[in-house]
């Protein structure tokens, strides 16, 4: 039978939620509820729960007792939780982290103090799986592409789902769904008493001559100019003018802009912006000798001396790193703002709070809480809404079989997209 009926829609938990980017997809989709959502990070919770109207469990998922979240459902009238979703860190297996905290570095040293190998927040979000009684419908897990390289961890979760569900996984790029941004992402899914296809579980990138990028100009030409020295403010208004098709989507007729505000840089940092071109990064410009030699000195002092970037330094930065963005092309992938110098097209800054939202593609009402950095970061480590939605959707419409103790005990609240705010955000900025 169908996943949602016509008056009804079926529950779901996500595990390390973050701000809650992935439950917003899956509700704006129309079939899904999130009866619950469990994240350790306070802010990040504080966001998700301000926006999507859960008591989110500020714990780490290896502490969290499954027989909570499926309390929490039934109170929200649901006789089973339908689905588990969830997207665990993803630091120690992308490709720009070349530390201490790659996954590689972490097993060794966990298997040379304890013996133990395994990835704790893989084998977590699998201890909910199989901890929940009757079992969930659907199982959806998100990481970066680097994750399917880590066979030890990658294949090992798979091989567990395919103990209850028929699995799959999906590399999904989110300018193929409406994101104006550069974002691959793998996602697994599995599905329990799934008799089609496997290959039909997940959603396919479209070609790309069928699909309509969306530029950075498109999504954030309506917002207001800010400066370094004028870094704007929580609430503003838009610029005159009609709205682009995305931006009308994100704004919902809304007249009162949100938290474009960006953070302020030393001004020798700001001087550097000046040499960076549109979709040029400072590693670049300074191999082409593009830039004075007096920009290159750092903004801070070791002493008493002035530090430089080294060319070892600038060899080995990530092009991401420093980057100046193009407005008529899509974004690079959303990083933390302020740590890796996302710079505005036409201006020379740092790109806002909203303008990052934007281009992750979060409704203008989607507010974050904690200081900017922590806002940047939340941003940054959240799954693009129109790419968790049209994920969702696809799934909706997939023929699961749903078992009649699964389906709500009450008639859910509306479809409309609109969310209760259920607390105060804490605006307090770095």
């Given amino acids: 039978?169908?996943?949602?009926?016509?008056?009804?829609?079926?529950?779901?938990?996500?595990?390390?939620?973050?701000?809650?980017?992935?439950?917003?997809?899956?509700?704006?989709?129309?079939?899904?509820?999130?009866?619950?959502?469990?994240?350790?990070?306070?802010?990040?919770?504080?966001?998700?729960?301000?926006?999507?109207?859960?008591?989110?469990?500020?714990?780490?998922?290896?502490?969290?007792?499954?027989?909570?979240?499926?309390?929490?459902?039934?109170?929200?009238?649901?006789?089973?939780?339908?689905?588990?979703?969830?997207?665990?860190?993803?630091?120690?297996?992308?490709?720009?982290?070349?530390?201490?905290?790659?996954?590689?570095?972490?097993?060794?040293?966990?298997?040379?103090?304890?013996?133990?190998?395994?990835?704790?927040?893989?084998?977590?979000?699998?201890?909910?799986?199989?901890?929940?009684?009757?079992?969930?419908?659907?199982?959806?897990?998100?990481?970066?592409?680097?994750?399917?390289?880590?066979?030890?961890?990658?294949?090992?979760?798979?091989?567990?789902?395919?103990k209850y569900y028929v699995t799959t996984y999906q590399e999904l790029h989110a300018h193929c769904f409406g994101v104006p941004q550069s974002r691959k992402r793998i996602f697994i899914a599995g599905i329990g008493g799934f008799e089609g296809n496997r290959d039909s579980i997940l959603p396919v990138n479209p070609k790309l001559e069928s699909v309509k990028i969306v530029t950075v100009g498109d999504a954030i030409s309506d917002l207001p100019d800010l400066s370094n020295d004028s870094q704007g403010t929580e609430i503003s208004t838009y610029r005159k003018g009609r709205p682009t098709h995305y931006q009308s989507l994100l704004r919902e007729r809304r007249g009162v802009l949100y938290d474009h505000i960006t953070h302020s840089v030393h001004p020798v940092m700001a001087e550097r912006f000046k040499h960076i071109p549109q979709g040029c990064n400072l590693s670049k410009v300074w191999g082409d000798s593009r830039i004075p030699e007096a920009s290159m000195r750092s903004h801070y002092l070791k002493g008493n001396v002035v530090r430089q970037f080294s060319e070892e330094t600038l060899k080995n930065m990530h092009s991401n790193i420093y980057r100046r963005l193009e407005w008529d092309s899509m974004s690079c992938t959303i990083t933390h703002v302020r740590k890796t110098v996302l710079i505005h097209p036409l201006q020379d800054r740092l790109i806002s709070i909203r303008e990052a939202a934007r281009l992750q593609s979060f409704p203008d009402w989607f507010r974050f809480s904690g200081t900017t950095s922590q806002q940047y970061q939340q941003i940054a480590d959240a799954v693009p809404p129109l790419l968790a939605k049209a994920l969702a959707a696809h799934l909706g419409r997939l023929k699961i079989h749903i078992p009649q103790s699964a389906k709500p005990f009450q008639e859910n609240a509306s479809d409309h997209l609109a969310v209760v705010h259920c607390g105060k955000l804490d605006k307090t900025r770095s």
């Fill in 1 to 162: 039978m169908p996943l949602k009926n016509a008056t009804n829609k079926y529950s779901f938990v996500d595990l390390f939620s973050g701000p809650g980017g992935l439950s917003l997809g899956f509700k704006m989709s129309g079939f899904f509820e999130p009866v619950a959502a469990v994240e350790s990070d306070s802010k990040a919770a504080e966001t998700y729960g301000a926006n999507l109207g859960i008591d989110v469990i500020k714990e780490k998922v290896e502490t969290v007792d499954p027989t909570e979240l499926l309390r929490r459902a039934k109170e929200k009238g649901y006789g089973i939780i339908n689905a588990v979703i969830g997207g665990p860190p993803c630091r120690s297996f992308t490709t720009a982290n070349k530390g201490g905290t790659r996954w590689e570095k972490i097993r060794e040293k966990n298997k040379k103090e304890t013996g133990d190998v395994e990835h704790p927040d893989w084998l977590s979000f699998w201890r909910i799986i199989e901890a929940l009684d009757p079992k969930p419908q659907i199982v959806l897990a998100e990481n970066v592409t680097g994750f399917k390289n880590h066979d030890d961890v990658f294949s090992k979760f798979l091989n567990r789902l395919e």
